[in-house]
Nanobody
Framework: QVQLVESGGGLVQPGGSLRLSCAASGITLDNYAIGWFRQAPGKGREGVSCVGRNGVNTYYADSVKGRFTISRDNFKDTVYLQMNSLKPEDTANYYC?????????????????????WGRGTQVTVSS
């Protein structure tokens, strides 16, 4: 059974930092691109960042570029999202998702329709 479990969310003041983790089980993580998505109340889902199989290819939405960093540790079957300089508009439920890329593809995507497996999310609230 495939599971993606997010952790690391919480309440933080503007300007603060959080590190989200996405722990995978039931899949060989290094065959998958991983994406981070978020959804705020009353808003649509937004692709925040993604990382390819080898951790080299990454993408960031303009809204988080320069503040968020995605990384992965395939030995630990975990992907991280380091979030710095957090703003109130970053408040949302953050999800990770896995997209099978096989052994030849190193790209990733922030289009949710590409992804097969999803976690349940972790809430991030940025407020003073």
């Amino acid at each position: 059974q495939v599971q993606l479990v997010e952790s690391g969310g919480g309440l933080v003041q503007p300007g603060g930092s959080l590190r989200l983790s996405c722990a995978a089980s039931g899949i060989t993580l290094d065959n998958y691109a991983i994406g981070w998505f978020r959804q705020a109340p009353g808003k649509g889902r937004e692709g925040v960042s993604c990382v390819g199989r080898n951790g080299v290819n990454t993408y960031y939405a303009d809204s988080v570029k320069g503040r968020f960093t995605i990384s992965r540790d395939n030995f630990k079957d975990t992907v991280y999202l380091q979030m710095n300089s957090l703003k109130p508009e970053d408040t949302a439920n953050y999800y990770c998702a896995a997209w099978y890329r096989g052994v030849r593809n190193y790209d990733c995507s922030v289009y949710g329709s590409q992804y097969t497996y999803w976690g349940r999310g972790t809430q991030v609230t940025v407020s003073s």
